[in-house]
């Protein structure tokens, strides 16, 4: 076995032995073990069946991994892999969907703008033989859990990470109910640096800004204001930053804020992030009027009203879902799996690529174990985040004294 990232078991244990062990016993012991390990890595290892190599990644997907089955080849990024094995085949039908804006800048399934380049997408094993990809999760269907056990456990975790984790922490500040339940399980401790990025122009940015200093203020934090101008690039250091980004990513975030991240914070913080909860939030259920059963019409509403009509969108996520294998849901929601697995897992990972270059970051809620106790409180519960509204109630209890996006 080869791993490659940061990780950490949310049961404190050294995850290079346990990962050995669970291993030696049985390829399935060691999909049972990862679901207890976090961080942002992959994971490369043998299978016992027939000595073939394989690759997986952290729940969220947040290690990227582009390949190409033709050249045998796989990678970090897009661009990378296209260079060094001369994959230049233009994919019309994700072109055509771009610039017609038909999926608002998604690509769906695991496509990318070259025919023979994809992007491995979480909860799959991908032998690196036949590149065939095998879902590892779920295994098995849940059972349903209270609110509070879910608090009890999730906080539990996230404590044992905190205290392996030896970095410096960088965490951003919304208005947003996410941003208020990482700041809980982290006790809005002082020792680490936060921030929030604003813009005068954009009023909801400008919300943000102004909660966040008041939280900050609240609980004595060392908090920084990042100004995002909205001219970026016109300058030639800024227009050089910005053609390394272009190789970087195939879906533009933001430059502007890499390069706030780039010019703001020392390289040896820790990022962390607080997105991955709409997993858990019945996020597409509550969006769309989706049937019960996952279909390519349902997928196709999640882009765009434009999408529900268009057959390569169509198409492509019919592909997806061969491949991911998403009707072995069991009982759990495919939407949510598609949540996860898509979004998360094409384009939350395809914005770290741009940040990467300014320090790595880390979900605290990136493991199985977190996730599988988050989508196993009842869906009302689910619907009204009240696990996350639990989790600040209990530990930090006044940060819901400010308004909440």
């Known amino acids: 076995m080869f791993l490659l990232g940061t990780a950490w078991h949310v049961h404190g244990k050294p995850v290079a032995e346990v990962l050995r062990s669970s291993y030696e ?3 399935d012991g060691l999909f049972d073990e990862l679901d207890f390990v976090a961080g942002r890595y992959l994971l490369f290892y043998r299978s016992g069946a027939d000595d073939s190599l394989h690759v997986t990644q952290d729940a969220f997907g947040m290690k990227s991994v582009f390949y190409s089955a033709d050249k045998r080849c796989l ?5 990378l892999l296209r260079e060094v094995t001369g994959c230049k085949e233009p994919f019309e039908d994700v072109l055509s969907l771009l610039k017609r804006k038909i999926t608002n800048n998604m690509i769906p399934g695991h496509f990318t703008p070259d025919r023979n380049v994809h992007m491995l997408t979480p909860n799959q ?12 999760f779920p295994r098995e269907a849940y059972e349903p859990i209270s609110v509070e056990e879910a608090v009890e456990a999730i906080d539990g975790a996230v404590s044992q990470l ?12 919304t208005a947003g109910l996410d941003s208020r339940s990482t700041l809980a399980l982290l006790r809005c401790e002082s020792s680490h640096q936060y921030f929030t990025y604003g813009k005068a122009s954009v009023r909801s940015l400008g919300n943000d800004l102004r909660i966040a200093r008041e939280i900050a203020r609240q609980f004595r934090m060392p908090h920084t204001t990042l100004h995002l101008r909205g001219d970026f690039g016109k300058t030639n250091e800024e227009k050089e930053f910005m053609s390394h980004l272009r190789k970087v990513t195939i879906r533009r975030h933001s430059f502007e804020v890499a390069w706030q991240y780039y010019h703001h914070f020392d390289d040896d913080y820790l990022h962390i992030r607080s997105n991955g909860y709409e997993v858990a939030r019945r996020y597409y259920r509550q969006a769309f009027a989706l049937t019960e059963d996952l279909s390519v019409e349902g997928m ?31 009982n759990y ?18 914005l770290l690529l741009e940040s990467d270059l300014a320090h790595d970051s880390f979900i605290l809620i990136n493991s199985r174990y977190v996730l599988k106790h988050l989508l196993s409180v009842p869906t009302d519960a689910q619907e009204q985040g009240l696990v996350q509204k639990r989790l600040i109630e209990r530990y930090a209890p006044r940060l819901l004294d400010f308004a909440i996006n």
């Open 25 to 27: 016993t049985s390829e």
């Open 75 to 79: 990678s970090s990024h897009y661009s």
């Open 125 to 136: 094993t991908m032998n690196l033989n036949s590149f065939s990809w095998r879902r590892i």
């Open 162 to 173: 905190l205290h392996q984790i030896d970095q410096r922490l960088l965490v951003p500040i």
């Open 300 to 330: 196709a509403r999640t882009f765009s009203r434009f999408a529900i009509t268009d057959e390569t969108v169509f198409d492509l996520s019919r592909q997806f879902i061969q491949q991911s294998q998403l009707a072995e849901h069991l």
């Open 333 to 350: 929601d495919p939407y949510d799996l598609y949540y996860w697995e898509h979004r998360m897992g094409t384009w939350h990972a395809s």
